[in-house]
């Protein structure tokens, strides 16, 4: 368990989303305290990106019903930059390709007031953006560069809760390497060092675990959150028997 303070962050209660005419999740219930890292995992078509893309806000994400509560505001009907502004961060699985914006000025947006020269300088030492930060956003960037180019965005803007979805997908070792320290350097807020960060990550391998602590694993199955547990634990048990036998498993703490 976490040895952080319980207060919760995030709070997702009853939360039914539809999308177009299908009901995709029929009741989530989630708490993410100050300073936890969480995983979900689940079949494919599960949902997972369904929940984080409706915390962040994003149109087409109907909500029919609960709340999602972030430091107690209703974020049901905000938009996507009042919800950045409270202290939400998104690394998407597909980053969208901005035509005419360089990186750099990305990044120097994210950072708002207090980033500077050298924090950018860090970051582009840190995350090897040399060949990147003059282009335009992710314009014909590799998997491993708009990775990169994400953790850097989300660096300087310093979320308090950081989504990630499917970190690892279409990235090389070397890069999930390099990904890895930035996210636990997020989640550890040692750049900014304004309290702890929380976090919730989407994995289907699990890989990136190997890279980043996480406290807690959920399953989001039959679009509810079925199975909660040791993150690890629930892997290898998913690993070992399936999805469907996992939401009985023993090991679940719900
Ligand atoms: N924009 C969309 N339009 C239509 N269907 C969607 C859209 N987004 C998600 N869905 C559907 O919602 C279901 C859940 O998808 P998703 O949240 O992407 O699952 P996961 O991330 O767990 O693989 C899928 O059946 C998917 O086809
Ligand atoms: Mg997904």
């Known amino acids: 368990m976490s040895a952080a303070s319980t207060s919760p962050l995030l709070q997702v209660e009853d939360l039914h989303v ?20 969480h995983v979900l995992l689940g079949p494919n078509g599960g949902g997972k990106t369904t929940l984080l893309n409706t915390i962040v806000g ?8 609960g709340r999602i509560l972030f430091k107690g505001t209703d974020l049901v009907g905000l938009e996507i930059d009042e919800r950045a502004r409270l202290g939400i961060g998104v690394a998407f699985q ?8 360089r990186l750099k000025q990305l990044i120097e947006v994210a950072g708002g007031d207090g980033f500077g020269e050298s924090d950018m300088a860090d970051l ?17 960037f590799s998997g491993g560069e708009m ?8 660096l300087a803007q ?12 279409g990235v090389d070792l070397d890069n999930i390497a390099v990904v890895g320290v930035a996210m636990t350097r997020l989640l550890k807020a040692e750049r900014v060092g304004k309290g702890t960060r929380s976090g919730l990550i989407v994995t289907h391998t699990g890989h990136i675990l190997e890279y980043v602590n996480a ?26 028997h399936g999805y469907d036998k996992c939401v009985e498993c023993a090991i679940c703490q719900r």
Do not use: W
């Open 158 to 169: 310093a979320p308090d809760l950081t989504l990630f979805d499917e970190p690892e997908s």
């Open 124 to 140: 582009v030492g840190e995350l090897s953006l040399e060949k990147m930060i003059d282009r335009d956003v992710n314009m014909g």
């Open 94 to 101: 597909r980053p969208p390709a901005v035509r005419g914006i």
């Open 215 to 240: 406290d807690i694993g959920h399953v989001l199955y039959g679009g509810k959150l079925a199975c909660k547990g040791n993150p690890l634990d629930l892997i290898g048990e998913i690993g070992k």
């Open 18 to 37: 539809s999308v177009g005419d299908r009901e995709i999740l029929r009741g989530v219930d989630l708490v993410i305290a100050e300073g936890e890292t």
């Open 58 to 65: 994003l149109p087409g994400y109907r909500v029919t019903g």
């Open 147 to 154: 990775k990169r180019s994400e953790m850097a965005q989300l």
